[in-house]
């Protein structure tokens, strides 16, 4: 027997599942198709928490502000801990690249109402007790951005969108679409048939195979990425601090301390390691710790709780894909977040239910700019 829905979106992750509220609290019927047994079981549970406006772009940065909207107001409007913790991200500068670089994004996210400024390196130093001042610069600081536990959100939003009426199918991993002229008339698991006014496919690192269900081809692919999170410690500092020096196996990394007083970290291997592969390799700790206590000498003994690996759904200029598929008039593309999908999520939750519920033209340039079918010969600065 098919079910039918107004929206059936596939994958409860990171973007799925906040959509999935704000789709349904626009009174439309709402489903949610996972092939894993929760929500979050994806790349979400990989995220580890940082949330930033501090882009190099104007549609990445009003989503995102977006997001710190949502997730600042999670506790007080609808009643749910999510650990946000508003530290701001901070962006020393020890090379004058880093810092031309900085200066000039400053005009576009200044331009973009981005609250980010360039302080001095006395003032990087008083924002960071304790940080590298050797060869320091300065650098840029956004006091809006800052952390929530991606968990934690993840739950929130699920239990929001089950309050508003959404189905959540788990251990339903879709592997057939049938297609009749330009529409997704049915989409198969192994335990259902489902149906719906608009397919959306929020798959994540699986997006790309998800798209070729009906034929469509989407250039999203998977590379991996490891991070850890150590034992609580005394408070040290606030910010996320983000170091874009590349090193000899590794471009930029980062590092902050969350609600609970852990230090958490990730580093973007160099080459990129493509592929689905998730399993912890042995260089992580030695490069990651290295880069680390350089920058921030104060975290030399720090005990180490645990690491892990996740996925980053890549497309080739490292933006997101959004917009409908030209060729199936019922489906909607969310997919490609490049690593930046927990950031992301709640914002294009919000902004996405506006424009598929209530058909506003307000977010009109995020579609145009981020479209499945723009040239990608542009490239994220900041990613």
Known sequence: MTKH???????????????????ASEKLRVAVLEKEASVGRGQNRAAIGGVRATHSDPAKIAICQESIHCLAAMQEEYGYDIHWKQGGYCYPAYRREEERT????????????????????????????????????????????????????????????????????FGEEVREMRIR????????????????????????????????????????????????????????????IVDMRPEKDSKNYYFYQNKEGQIVFCITPHPARNGFDCDNTSEFLPLVVRRMIGIYPRLRGLRIRRTW???????????????????????????????????????????????IANSSSAHRFILEQLSPYRSFDSREALQ
């Open 102 to 169: 900085f200066k000039e994004l400053l005009q576009i996210q200044t331009r973009y109402k981005l609250n980010i400024s360039w302080l001095s390196a006395d003032a990087i130093m008083r924002l960071i007790p304790g940080i590298n001042p050797v060869g320091l610069l300065g650098g840029t600081f956004s006091p809006e951005d800052g952390s929530a536990s991606p968990l934690l959100t993840s739950d929130a939003y699920f239990q929001l969108a089950r309050k508003c009426g959404a189905d959540f199918y």
């Open 309 to 355: 690996r996740g996925l980053y759904p890549m497309t080739p200029d490292a933006f997101p894909m959004i917009g409908y598929n030209r060729e199936m008039e019922n489906n909607f593309l969310a997919i490609g977040m490049c690593g930046q999908g927990f950031m992301l999520g709640p914002g294009l939750g919000r902004i996405l239910s506006e424009i």
């Open 5 to 23: 829905y107004d929206i059936l979106i596939i994958g409860a992750g990171s973007v799925g599942v906040p959509l999935a509220f704000y789709l």
């Open 181 to 240: 002229g330009k529409q997704i008339e049915e989409v198969r698991t192994k335990g259902g048939i489902y149906s719906a006014g608009l397919v959306i496919n929020c798959a994540g690192a699986h997006a790309a195979a998800i798209a070729k269900l009906s034929g469509q081809d989407f250039p999203v692919n998977p590379d991996s990425h490891e991070a850890g999170i150590s034992e609580p410690v005394q408070a040290l500092f606030d910010p996320m």
